[in-house]
């Protein structure tokens, strides 16, 4: 760790093979306090060095900046950790086949060690002369106080560095706790991870792997997925990788460098990681053995501690947010069933098409009380055929209560409509208001229920409205409005204000909409502004086949959280009822 300590230290540094005045600063007091005609500020990466401080070097190096490590001597500094002084650099077993030699012409040489807080030592400040030459005690002095002056410089570079990063770990954390926190099911949760990391420092690679039985699987995002995630989907947990090491023992495993992986993994997980480009990974176990959460980096890494910190406190809220998304998922799978056995199966009318959409609130239980309906009545005495009775209702709550109540008032209604003997919407919505009176079904609810008679080929559409968002109704000539008249909601509370039944007829080509409010209502958006772009909506598409329709109504809601259910009920009145197929 020694070695990617000292690395770690120069890229927090930020110098390089480009000038910084800095650097150049003590290249010149180098020349001038000590009379050399070169000077510089060396550092040692990997397999360079590099000079951002610089006095005197002819061309090519001057312009470049940097040679390779056949042409340095910095390297024996920081090797030994101590100053090289050489009289003649030719004479100097360890330094006459130096290619610095002939082609930058350093005879004489005089190099101190750069530090930072750590000890780690970064590269050198050197005086170069020429031709051979003795150093004095006061010039090794004066180098030396400019060497310990210029470590300052860059140890207060590294720290800025690191504070600046230590703000970017709380600045992640403040942004993470917001955005895990709002991830709606697994890829989702993936997708917003991954955003989190797209800085040129971040990981190359983040990997959620989620425990499935006796391994891990990997939750895929399918706009970023990886070569290694579609050959390696699920791993065994005793598979030599660190991830299934870190489930195993569920502890933080930390593999900073190509050498630690080969040293201490399967040669498919060499392999694997190989495919990637990455050099170094850390995997964070999920509270509750959930699964493991992974950042891969394609060079070697030290980790400060801040930065293992901030990791491990997302990997906390990224297990909070996959433990929510388990629980949603499977409540999401029983609200489904639930809502699904509550939801009529639209029967098929000649003359009519029928088409129905339901989007539950995604805030809460996925399941509420909004439902619409659609049956056949036996016809009256005076109708030529049977009536479909039509229903639309919300009540208050979108949560498994509200449903329940829904599945009462809708059997309820369904009922009063039978028992009446002209079978009028406004009576059976009154029979509901007595059972809200004398029954604990809630804080109330608003409905619209119609009943839709033909005579011939005209249509009659009869309705009551219990303060529900007013049907829409689109004409032939592509012209919508809204049918606004409407009573009290139900509330179980006495009133002297009757319900009234209303009647519209609906030519051949008109579609109905009946909707619930979740369709219209916004924050940002008047109720009656919504209701009248929906009207426009269904101006536009009205002659669409109904999946069409629906999509163009409902465009964006699945896309977004809902914070309220989604019922529409749509027909279109396109044929006549009493035609018959011949040939």
Known sequence: MGELGRLEALRLAGLTAAADPGMDRFARLVTRFLRVPVSLVSLLEADRQVFPGMVGLAEPWAGRRETPLSHSFCQHVVVDGRPLILEDTRAHPRTCASLAIPDLQVIAYAGMPLTDADGHVLGSLCAIDHKPRKWTEGELQDLGDLTAACSVELRLRIASEQIRQDRDHADLLLRASVELGHSRGLTDLTRRLRSLFRGPLDPSFV???????????????PDDVRPVEVAIDRLDL???????????????????????????????????????????????????????????WPEPRVLAVTEEAALTAVAGYVSQAVERTLFVENRLSTAEQLQAAMLTDLPAVPGLDMSALYLPATDQDMVGGDWYDAYLLPGLPDAPGPALM???????????????????VRSMLRQATLGHPAHSPAAALASVDGAFDALPLGPGATAVHARLDQDGARRWLTWSNAGHPPPLLRTPDGRVRALGAHDLLLLGAASSLGRHDHTEELPLGSVL???????????????????????????????????????????????????????????????????????
Request: hydrophobic content about 45%; aromatic content about 4%.
């Open 207 to 221: 990997g959620l792997l989620l425990a499935d039985g006796r391994g891990l699987r990997r939750v895929v995002d």
């Open 238 to 296: 005793d598979a030599g990788y660190p991830s299934t090491l870190a489930m195993r023992e569920q502890r933080t495993v930390f593999v900073p460098d190509h050498e630690t992986l080969e040293a201490g993994y399967s040669a498919e997980a060499v392999a694997g990681y190989d495919s990637l480009g990455l050099r170094s990974v850390l995997c964070v176990p999920l509270a509750g053995g959930r699964g493991v959460l992974m950042w891969c």
């Open 390 to 408: 039509l229903s639309i209702g919300d009540i208050i709550g979108h949560d498994v209560q509200a449903a329940a109540v829904m599945g009462q």
């Open 513 to 583: 909409l009946l909707y619930t409010d979740g369709l219209v209502e916004r924050r940002d958006n008047d109720i009656d502004v919504s209701i009248q772009q929906t009207a426009a909506v269904l101006a536009a598409h009205g002659d669409e086949p109904l999946p069409q329709l629906l999509e163009a109504l409902s465009h964006g809601l699945a896309d977004a959280p809902q914070r309220d259910d989604v019922a529409v009920l749509v027909v279109r009145a396109d044929g006549d009822p009493g035609a018959r197929d011949v040939g």
